[in-house]
């Protein structure tokens, strides 16, 4: 059974960092591209950042481009998310997903996790 547990969410003050984690179980890891999406109260789940199986290719939506880097490492069954000169509209619930590509709409994705709450104070 597949499990995506993710971690290092927090409240920041804008302009400051985090990382996320989301550790991946169940299946073997490297089949699977990987994506993050976030939540914000009232509003639909969106896509933030995806990366292929090897992490080669990745992709972000505009608004974190720049600002945020999916990173991944096969060895430990993880995927991460540095999150840098963070603004109060980052605000949600982040959810790490897998699917068997790359992808940016949640339908596309099999697996998710429970989330993890990002807080940006302003």
């Known amino acids: 059974q597949v499990q995506l547990v993710e971690s290092g969410g927090g409240l920041v003050q804008a302009g400051g960092s985090l990382r996320l984690s989301c550790a991946f179980s169940?299946?073997?890891?490297?089949?699977?591209?990987m994506g993050w999406f976030r939540q914000a109260p009232g509003k639909e789940r969106e896509f933030v950042a995806v990366?292929?199986?090897?992490?080669?290719?990745?992709h972000y939506t505009d608004s974190v481009s720049g600002r945020f880097t999916i990173s991944r490492d096969n060895a430990k069954n993880t995927v991460y998310l540095q999150m840098n000169s963070l603004k109060p509209e980052d605000t949600g619930v982040y959810y790490c997903?897998?699917?068997?590509?790359?992808?940016?709409?949640?339908?596309?994705?099999?697996?998710w996790g429970q989330g993890t709450q990002v807080t940006v104070s302003s």
């Open positions: 169940g299946r073997p890891f490297s089949t699977y591209a």
């Open positions: 990366i292929s199986w090897t992490g080669s290719n990745s």
């Open positions: 997903a897998a699917s068997i590509n790359i992808h940016t709409a949640p339908r596309e994705y099999d697996y």
